[in-house]
Every structure is written in C-alpha cells, then in structure tokens.
C-alpha cells in the first residue's frame, strides 16, 4: 500500500511529539476504543510519552482490550500540556465530549481527526477521514499498513475489534472486501480472535436478553415510511448497564427483512429521547444530522427533546421522520 501524504504527516507529527493524548470518540463502542487503543498500543511500544481519553465510562465488555486500563476520563487531563492531540471516530468534539474541555490545554498542539463517518465535520488541523472505510480501525489499519509499522497481538486484536463491530460481524452493508482484508491480515498478524467473538457476540446476561426480548414484544412496522420501530421506558432499564442494550439495533438490521430502515428509541432518564437507526439500502446519516445527531449512511443516531406517551406505545416521535 502506497502512503498518502496525510499518513506521512501524522507519522512526522507523531515522531516529533512529545506528549500526545488520543480521545476515543463520548459514545465508547467497539471502533472508537478499537482505533484509539490500537493506536495507543503503537505509542506504547514506541516507548513515546501517551494518554488515551474517553469521556463516558468504557463498557465491561471491552476489558480484554490491551491498555484499556489506561484511558481516564478526568477532566483534569485536559489541564496538561500536549502537543498532539488525536481524536478517533468521533463526528465533531461535541459528540467526542470534549467540547468545553479543549480549550483548557495552553499549550500548542496539532489536532488530529480520525474517523470514517460521511457526516465528520473535518475540525481536525489533520483530517483522516475516508468515508469508503468500514471503520475507523480501518483507517487506523491503512495509515499503520502504508506506514510499514509493524501490527503485534495488542494492536491487531483492538483493530479487529472495531472492523467487526461496525460491520456486524461481516453481515452489514458496511462490509466491505479491503475491510475483510485487513482483517484475515490483523488475523495473521495475532488478534485474538476467539476473545473478539466471546466478549462482543456472547457477553448477553439474562437481564440483557430480558430487554431485548422487551424490544422484540414491541416491534411495529410502519408502511408509510417502510420503518420498523421499537422502544424502551426508561422504567425498562432501571438498574441495567448500557451494554444491556448495546447491539439491538444491529440485530434487528440483521434479522428483521421486512423493512428497510430500523429505529430503536429509547427514554433517557433526563427526559430526552435517544434513537438509534441502521439500513441496509437508504442513506440514514443525512436524517440523524438533521435530528442533531450523526453517524455513516447505513448506521446512525440521534438525542431529541420530547416525551413518551405510554398509552400510545412512545411512538409518537416517529412522526419527525
């Protein structure tokens, strides 16, 4: 693979720096803490000087990952001095979480943007932003693969961690033939496979599987927009993790053919009203940023201002679509 001149740069940037902080993306999934700590494994052994941020909790479920331990989520980090500062998978530094926090770093730093959603605002002094990607890990696979840096165990398993999700396990329209690639060559290069597949696709509790089973009690197909849609109370989830939700979205895309765009909603304990959209076929990320939200053409979210009405099933937000 031939280098392309913002890889050359970022790997000059990182070089010459002498503390660099990498923010996985406020909403922490699979790609986000697989790209920010793959590429914090490569600093690591490069012996440079690293801190990995994430603003909300890192989900239990991704513990196997090397260096997880060593993100924080302190906003005293932000109070250091930095001279490179790189983001991954987040659409702007509002979703990132770091909105009000970067402003806090005196010293000069070079901003760096990883990310492979169409809907990226490009805040980045150095924008890596490949929309035909199926992850940010593929991103961060491309740059370390035209950069002949060499992939160990830690760095590939993360890195394969993030292909996998955003692509559903090869089942999404995500999936792409350069991102089966790279993974048989993140295989070969040692990723854990079999701890991949354990902590992402059999990590479900009974009260995880409870929920979901909420979820699949409340489908309703709305023909006018060839929509299916489900929803969660706030009440449904009291006293559950967010990994007990994590995933359904992506199930349904895989599993329910008969429409061609799947809505999950669910009730914030604040009142708001997240959705989460994916599609085979129609380009969702367009309807999400206008919803305030983001995300890639077939796999896209979004947080309202509105209120469930039980005894309408909470489903009069769909009227927005």
Request: with cysteine; glycine share 8%.
């Amino acid at each position: 693979m031939t280098s392309l001149p913002e890889f050359t740069r970022l790997h000059a940037l990182v070089r010459n720096a002498n503390k660099i902080l990498l923010i996985a993306d406020g909403k922490p999934d699979g790609d986000s803490l697989g790209s920010s700590s793959g590429f914090l494994n490569w600093l690591i052994r490069e012996g440079k000087t690293a801190q990995a941020y994430c603003a909300a909790p890192i989900p239990r479920s991704f513990s196997y990952l090397d260096g997880i331990h060593l993100f924080r989520n302190d906003a005293a980090t932000f109070k250091e001095n930095w001279d490179l500062i790189i983001t991954f998978d987040a659409g702007d530094l509002r979703h990132c979480g770091v909105e009000q926090l970067l402003p806090q770093v005196t010293s000069a730093y070079t901003l760096v943007n990883i990310d492979h959603h169409a809907t990226n605002a490009r805040y980045g002094q150095l924008n890596l932003v490949y929309v035909d990607a199926c992850s940010t890990c593929e991103v961060v696979y491309r740059f370390l693969k035209a950069e002949e840096i060499r992939l160990n165990s830690a760095i590939a398993t993360s890195l394969l961690t993030g292909i996998l999700t955003d692509t559903s396990s090869f089942s999404n329209s995500a999936t792409t033939s350069p991102g089966i690639e790279a993974a048989s060559v993140l295989t070969s290069a040692g990723a854990r496979v079999n701890e991949v597949y354990h902590h992402l696709l059999q990590n479900k509790t009974i009260d995880g599987l409870r929920v979901w089973g909420l979820a699949l009690s409340r489908l309703k197909y709305h023909p006018t927009y060839n929509i299916v849609t489900t929803y969660f109370f706030a009440k449904d989830l009291v006293g559950m993790s967010e990994e007990a939700v994590e995933g359904i979205s992506n199930f349904l895309n895989a599993s329910c053919g008969e429409a061609e765009v799947i809505l999950v909603l669910r009730e914030l304990p604040d009142g708001k009203i997240k959705g989460s959209m994916r599609s085979a076929k129609r380009d969702i990320s367009k309807l999400a940023k206008l919803l305030g939200g983001g995300g890639h053409k077939k796999a896209a979210g979004f947080t309202i201002n509105g209120r469930f009405e039980e005894t309408l099933k909470g489903l009069r937000v769909i009227s927005t679509l």
